[in-house]
């Protein structure tokens, strides 16, 4: 069995598409199909099916497909485990971070880190908390940071930070002047959240939900992007909660103005995700002790 051929089994599957695969990988298509044939006589079934003019996987294609990326896998995880030893290894790290982070907290992370250890190479994604916890279980990314629920038992998850979410209007707001309003009082008022799939935003309903009045609160508006909702709440188009982090320069140049509510302290853990590795890499290790 050469190793070769299950990569190519993957990227086929990966893109949904021999010609795009033959394209990723430099050969030609015929040189692609050679190799899904070779992989089907050895395991005596098709992998594909074709018969509709499209390229589907079988489910003997999709039970192999994990099989065939650990197996890719803990072979590159093997070279850079004896490189890394022979200390000839070059260190990076790919970090997945939820958007928050990825926005108002790493940059400023990463380039103390960077001035640590500059001879690491550094990646950063920026996705919502599900996409960087997928990007995780794919190996596309090495670790991950986020602020929302992590739920799957398979990952290592580690509190590394504390978020607070303030409740945040215009500067002409009627209860600007206000040190605090009661939670009751937001039913009046024209709320603006984050998508529905938002860390951020699955928080702060909860928070809601426990004092009753989640469901009195008008969802005037859905952004999903932080940035535009400080821009439509200084604009006056209603009001939101929102990371302190994300709004901490807003507030101290006096764009927008911070209200307390009530009895409410909604606060949140940032977390390191990681998954279970027998050999970490140098890069990881090094930024883990560094964050931790």
Request: glycine share 6%; proline share 2%.
């Amino acid at each position: 069995m050469n190793i070769e051929i299950l990569k190519m089994f993957c990227l086929v599957v990966d893109e949904g598409s021999i010609s795009q695969a033959a394209r990723l990988s430099f050969v030609s298509q015929p040189a692609v199909t050679r190799q899904i044939h070779q992989l089907e006589n050895y395991y005596g079934t098709m992998l594909f099916d074709r018969s509709e003019g499209k390229l589907l996987i079988t489910e003997t294609g999709k039970m192999l497909y994990p099989f065939a990326k650990t197996i890719i896998h803990d072979l590159n995880r093997s070279k850079e485990v004896i490189l890394q030893l022979k200390g000839e290894y070059n260190a990076n790290l790919r970090v997945g971070a939820s958007l928050t982070i990825g926005e108002y907290l790493l940059p400023n992370l990463l380039g103390r880190f960077k001035k640590q250890k500059p001879e690491i190479k550094v990646t950063l994604t920026i996705k919502n908390t599900p996409g960087v916890l997928e990007d995780l279980s794919n190996d596309v990314i090495d670790l991950a940071l986020v602020e929302g629920i992590v739920e799957n038992n398979n990952f290592m998850v580690e509190k590394f930070a504390e978020d607070e979410l303030v409740l945040v209007c215009p500067t002409d707001h009627p209860l600007r002047d206000r040190t605090e309003i009661d939670v009751e009082e937001l039913a009046n008022e024209r709320m603006i959240w984050r998508e529905s799939i938002s860390g951020t935003r699955l928080i702060v309903e909860n928070a809601l939900r426990e004092y009753g009045v989640l469901d009195k609160i008008e969802s005037y508006m859905e952004i999903s992007s932080t940035q535009a909702i400080k821009s439509a709440v200084e604009a006056g188009l209603g009001i939101s909660i929102l990371s302190r982090l994300t709004v901490a320069r807003e507030l101290e140049q006096g764009l927008l103005c911070e209200m307390k509510i009530t009895g409410i302290d909604i606060k949140r853990n940032l977390w390191l995700v990681k998954k279970t590795q027998r050999f970490n890499r140098l890069g990881v290790s090094s930024f883990v002790e560094f964050i931790l």
